[in-house]
């Protein structure tokens, strides 16, 4: 069956630096990858959604790189601020109209 | 994007009862979807709930365990009967509009079993 990791379980980074955090998968590549952010007690949130075909998407400070050959996506928060400290999800979706989701990246920016 | 609210946030139950969680969001959506997530976990999905027809479980979720009900594009709810301590968790809706590759959340329902 398909098997979703994340880097790591916690990540701190320094106020103003750029975060990264890493999704890899077994098995076959997904049709849809997606990036949610989690805040304590609240539900996810969705931030981007990568296609197979696309290497690279981009929203203000956000990047996700998805490589097929890697079985890998990259999640980039650029300038980063406490505000970004969050649990971070990925999710894959494979054509059947359902998403499997990582285990989370808790991530804290430290000020 | 979607307004979602879940009816309770949080409830304590006991051993043996049943809890009906209800998730209500302010546009007709197309998919409605129900999550849970245990402590430390990620989210599995239990099943997704159909208007006008029964829902679809994944494995290991049954029917008779997690009753859905979808009157209407609007509203869904989730029982989770018989309650064991290993029921405790927290229980999320999820909706969708075109396609089920952009979800949204509701804010969650915590609950333990005692």
């Known amino acids: 069956s398909q098997k979703i990791e994340q880097n790591s379980e916690a990540l701190n980074i320094q106020e103003g630096k750029t975060a990264t955090l890493t999704c890899n998968y077994t098995?076959?590549?997904?049709?849809?990858l997606q990036w949610y952010r989690q805040d304590p007690g609240r539900g996810p949130v969705f931030l981007l959604l990568i296609r197979e075909n696309e290497k690279e998407k981009r929203k203000e400070r956000l990047k996700v790189t998805f490589d097929t050959t890697l079985k890998q996506s990259l999640f980039h928060i650029t300038a980063s601020q406490p505000a970004d400290s969050a649990t971070y999800l990925c999710?894959?979706?494979?054509?059947?109209?359902?998403?499997?989701f990582g285990t989370g990246t808790r991530l804290t920016i430290i000020p | 994007s979607a307004v979602i609210s879940q009816k309770p946030s949080r409830d304590i139950c006991q051993r043996g009862t049943s809890l009906t969680i209800q998730c209500q969001v302010d546009?007709?959506?197309?998919?409605m979807f129900w999550y849970r997530q245990q402590p430390g976990q990620s989210l599995t999905l239990i099943a997704t709930?159909?208007?006008?027809?029964?829902?679809?479980?994944e494995s290991g979720f049954v029917i008779d365990k997690f009753p859905i009900s979808r009157p209407n594009l609007t509203f869904s709810t989730l029982t989770v009967s018989n309650m064991s301590p290993e029921d405790s968790s927290i229980y999320l809706c999820s909706v969708a509009y075109r396609t089920a590759y952009e979800q949204y959340f509701g804010p969650g329902t915590r609950l333990t079993v005692t």
């Open positions: 999710a894959l979706a494979f054509g059947n109209e359902k998403l499997t």
């Open positions: 098995n076959y590549s997904p049709a849809y």
């Open positions: 546009s007709q959506v197309t998919m």
């Open positions: 709930a159909n208007q006008g027809s029964e829902a679809t479980y």
